[in-house]
């Protein structure tokens, strides 16, 4: 289990890949949670611009060259697109659920690199000097996330025959797993706010996501492979998946016996 949470980063730059991989064959932005109009302006331009900056941090992360760096401008990229614009249309339209998981994915996404960021060592003076900038994303990213998983939590209750209609046919017990999964969300959330049983609940978070992958998105992008917002739907739980194993990475017997301590990317200003 310790070899799949450590494969966090990793399952995190892959999808980060498989997100630019769509900008680049569509020339927009994935459209489950960053849809573009399509009378928009510098549309194109604009997938490939970030889908090129995306790409080489994500290869940047994978082969450990300047990792830090890169993760946080991943991170700033998703925080970008977060105000603008997500943070405008959502207030527009603030009953939509739609806006509301398109809103919370890339919110999630710039928390999860942000936290990756702060993971990495420094190797360079620039990381050196935006290091404790850095830790303090982390850490309020960190709850940020708690936030955006426990509203998905929520969203689970509210539209729970919904969410049951995507569960394959052939899984017994849809009403059974569907309680699963918005105790999984819930648990989280609380899990990383109280500092309780963080690694187990994250674990647990990051394996269910996986599973989504390999049982839910897998299959249905074999069966539709020229679809995008099947080859989005999956990337978004393999990125998720990767952030979770992030924060659970950070809770090993070392982490909770000083849990009160302020996390060495901290220490200096």
Known sequence: ??????????????AILGFSAIQFATGSLPSEFMPLP????????????????????????????????????????????LIYPHI???????????????????LAFSCGA?????KLPVVSA?????????????????????????????????YEKFIITLIPSWIPGKVFWSYVVKAAF??????IVLKFKTRLALSLLGLMFLLWVLLLHGP??????????????????????????????????KERNNIEKVSPSMKTV
């Open 126 to 158: 620039i990381e050196f000097k935006w290091r404790t900038a850095i830790g303090k994303a982390a850490l309020v990213g960190s709850y940020l996330f708690a936030i955006a998983i426990l509203i998905f939590g929520i969203q689970h209750i509210m």
């Open 1 to 14: 289990m310790q070899q799949v949470i450590n494969s966090g980063k990793y399952l995190f730059a892959i």
């Open 38 to 81: 399509a009378s928009m302006t510098g549309r194109a331009f604009l997938a490939y611009l970030t889908g090129g900056i995306m790409t080489v941090a994500a290869v940047c992360i994978i082969i450990n060259r300047h990792a830090k760096l890169a993760a946080a401008i991943i991170g700033i990229v998703f925080l970008l697109f």
């Open 220 to 253: 249905r992008v074999f069966k539709n492979p020229t679809i995008e917002p099947e080859w989005t739907s999956f990337f978004v739980a393999l990125a998720m998946s990767g952030i979770s194993f992030l924060i659970a990475s950070g809770y090993g017997r």
């Open 186 to 191: 819930l648990s989280s959330a609380i899990s």
């Open 88 to 106: 405008p249309k959502l207030l527009s339209n603030v009953h939509n659920p739609g806006e509301w998981v398109a809103f919370l994915e890339t």
């Open 114 to 118: 942000f936290i990756l960021a702060d």
